[in-house]
């Protein structure tokens, strides 16, 4: 088969689409106005973030007014975290709840607060990667501030129980933020539905630009000022608007949930045939849920293999994919997402993570499952360790 270029890392970015660009292009251009500013210029720009907010309320079941523009997925997951913390430090509430396998936008948030006095349950997931709502009701007490569990996981795409942690938390008075990243765009939101107080997202995970989120936060929480400076959202956050930013947000959420359910028809027959693919080499296991997950999520840990290698020879062959090995981030470790799931160490550093979107073709699919066993089998054959591993025991 000939050489191909294969996008299938969308869960650590996308592609910006030509329709978001469109919508960009002219507040790059002739609508450069500030959105702060009387004259029709500045009151075209306000006018577009204003129709932005909308759609991203829509989007969500949400009201424009309970939306805030930030930079992106980590300032609101950390706005929403410490912006709590601080409003109910009053009342003496100084206990958060969340999961081991959140992302580091959360992590490193609650370790932060760790070291200000604050104490943190980190909530275990179950072998498939879900939160039990009944561990998070366990779990709440009278000093608890917030809990934060992730709608779905960026690793393993496993979608939560949501509207139960939601109903509990709401059902105890406790703020339930959800970091919902990877979810926007891909499953079915309702913030009212579902009881969410708070609500994360990010315009580069659905093919808006880099450097633009957003919050939801539910009418009557208001949230303490992130940035003080201007009027800008409502004066929360100030600083003047990335309009071009904004505008392709909306576009893109507006897309992005215009049709879900047909769009993860087609995304999840693709996943399925990689996944059953990959999973026909000896000594793979498929990590996550295999239903209650994202369309485009596949996760499946190879034995005998180091994920760095297999991404270089992957990419040697025009495919971006990531893994479970955290090498390149300067640490030993594996994954903390997939140790979450009581994988061992050894099989978490050889995950191959590919995510694929609705822009991805059967051809893309049928070149990955070329590749993918070619290079497994050459990086085993060169493995010392693959002759142990294969009269050992199987992992499954
Ligand atoms: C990408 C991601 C983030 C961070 O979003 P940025 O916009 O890159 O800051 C946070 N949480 C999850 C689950 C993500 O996948």
């Not at 720009?45 to 759609?55: G, P």
């Not at 309970?66 to 410490?82: K, L, M, P, Q, V």
């Not at 509990?168 to 990243?181: P, S, Y």
Request: charged share 25%; aromatic share 6%.
């Amino acid at each position: 088969m000939e050489k191909r270029f294969v996008y299938a890392d969308n869960a650590a970015t996308t592609k910006v689409s030509k329709e978001v660009l469109d919508a960009m292009y002219p507040y790059f251009t002739e609508e450069y106005g500030n959105a702060s500013s009387i004259y029709g210029l500045g009151r075209n720009s306000k006018k577009a973030i204003e129709a932005s907010r909308e759609k991203v309320a829509k989007a969500i079941g949400a009201e424009p007014s309970e939306i805030y523009f930030t930079s992106c997925g980590s300032e609101s997951d950390n706005w929403a975290i410490r912006g709590t913390c601080q409003r109910l430090k009053a009342k003496g509430k100084n206990h958060i709840i969340t999961s081991v396998f959140e992302h580091h936008a959360i992590l490193h948030t609650c370790q932060a607060l760790e070291k200000e006095g604050y104490e943190v349950t980190y909530l275990p997931v179950s072998p498939l990667g879900f939160v039990n709502p009944d561990d998070v009701k366990n779990a709440i007490r009278e000093d608890t501030a917030i809990v934060s569990i992730m709608y779905s996981n960026n690793e393993i795409g496993t979608i939560q129980p949501i509207a139960e942690i939601g109903a509990v938390c709401r059902e105890k008075g406790v703020i339930f933020h959800t970091d919902a990243v990877q979810a926007v765009g891909n499953v079915e939101i309702d913030v009212k539905a579902q009881n969410i107080d708070l609500l994360s997202l990010s315009g580069h995970k659905i093919h808006a630009q880099k450097g633009i989120g957003a919050i939801y936060v539910r009418k009557g929480l208001a949230l303490p000022n992130l940035i003080f400076g201007g009027a800008q959202e409502r004066s929360k956050r100030a600083g003047t608007e990335n309009v071009p930013a904004i505008v392709g947000l909306g576009t893109a959420i507006e897309i992005a949930t215009a049709d879900i359910k047909s769009k993860n028809e087609k995304v999840t027959a693709m996943r399925n045939r990689l996944i059953d693919g990959i999973l026909q080499l000896p000594r793979t296991r498929l990590n996550g849920d295999r239903e209650k997950r994202l369309a485009g999520n596949c996760n499946i840990s190879i034995e005998g293999v180091e994920g760095e290698s297999l991404l270089l020879m992957l990419d040697m062959n025009g495919i971006c994919a990531s893994s479970g090995s955290a090498c390149t981030s300067g640490s030993l470790d594996p994954s903390h997402v997939l140790l979450a799931l009581g994988l061992k160490h050894e099989v978490a550093h050889g995950s191959l993570r590919l995510s694929i979107s609705a822009e991805t073709t059967d051809e893309d699919i049928d070149y990955i499952l070329e590749v993918v066993p070619n290079i497994v089998n050459r990086l085993r054959d060169m493995s010392p360790l693959w002759e142990h591993i294969i009269k050992g025991e199987s992992f499954n």
